[in-house]
């Protein structure tokens, strides 16, 4: 019977941040534990991108001023209904646990 050494495991090490980029810090939240302000800053982004490219669009077809305005408001509001539905459920998921299920 022939006995091998086993080789040994080592524990991987976090890969190193790319050049430019500052890691983060031992015990900082990663990065879908974000919380409440991530949660919030990311929701507005998708609303404002999907403003401005709603007022983009309205503006090539033609209509101007305070209509563009209005019209892609009330378009990119109707929008991001839908598509900001993950968004917001986050924030009641977060609200709920900081509540402890009381509303």
Do not use: W
């Not at 086993?6 to 939240?29: D, E, N, Y």
């Amino acid at each position: 019977m022939e006995l091998r050494k086993r080789p040994t495991v080592r524990p991987r090490r976090p890969a190193a941040a790319p050049p430019g980029v500052a890691a983060a810090p031992p015990g900082a939240p990663a990065a879908k534990d974000r919380g409440l302000l991530g949660i919030n800053l990311r929701y507005f982004a998708l609303r404002a991108v999907l403003f401005g490219v709603v007022l983009a669009v309205v503006l090539l077809l033609g209509a101007g001023g305070f209509l563009a305005f209005v019209l892609a408001l009330v378009v990119s509001g109707l929008m991001s209904y839908p598509l900001a539905l993950r968004q917001r459920r986050a924030v009641l998921a977060v609200m709920e646990n900081r509540h402890g299920g009381r509303r």
